[in-house]
């Protein structure tokens, strides 16, 4: 999907951060490949009008994010469960974040039944 190497790129900007090379297709679950020093994670998570972590826990250099290009709605994140709807900020676009734990990134959308997609760099 584009979104994926959208995110994959944003990645790679990151300074300090090696992502060597990786190759993701997404058609219901992940595939990965990565040199052994890189490691991804990816997933997507559904979100509605309660915000929600985006992971119980996942260790990271680095977390790209993306919302669902099948959404009706707006999706919004934030770094703690208080985030909402007026004080998150929208995803509409990609987002690469420098980040040691995706655990840390609350999600949540102005309807049910959003998408969020995302990628870890571990």
Avoid at 1 to 23: D, H, Q, W
Avoid at 63 to 85: D, Q
Wanted: charged share 15%.
């Amino acid at each position: 999907m584009p979104e994926n190497l959208e995110i994959l790129n944003e990645l790679k900007k990151l300074k300090g951060v090696s992502t060597g090379s990786a190759s993701v297709t997404v058609v219901g679950t992940a595939s990965v490949t990565a040199e052994p020093s890189t490691v991804l994670r990816v997933g997507q998570i559904t979100v509605g009008t309660t915000s929600k972590r985006l992971t119980s826990s996942c260790t990271s250099k680095a977390v790209g994010l993306v919302a669902h290009s099948a959404n009706a709605g707006k999706v919004y994140f934030g770094y703690n469960s208080s985030v909402s709807t007026s004080n998150g900020f929208e995803l509409s676009v990609p987002v690469s974040l420098a980040i040691d734990n995706a655990n840390k990134i609350y999600v949540i959308a102005g309807t049910s039944g959003q998408k969020v997609c995302w990628v870890a760099l571990r």
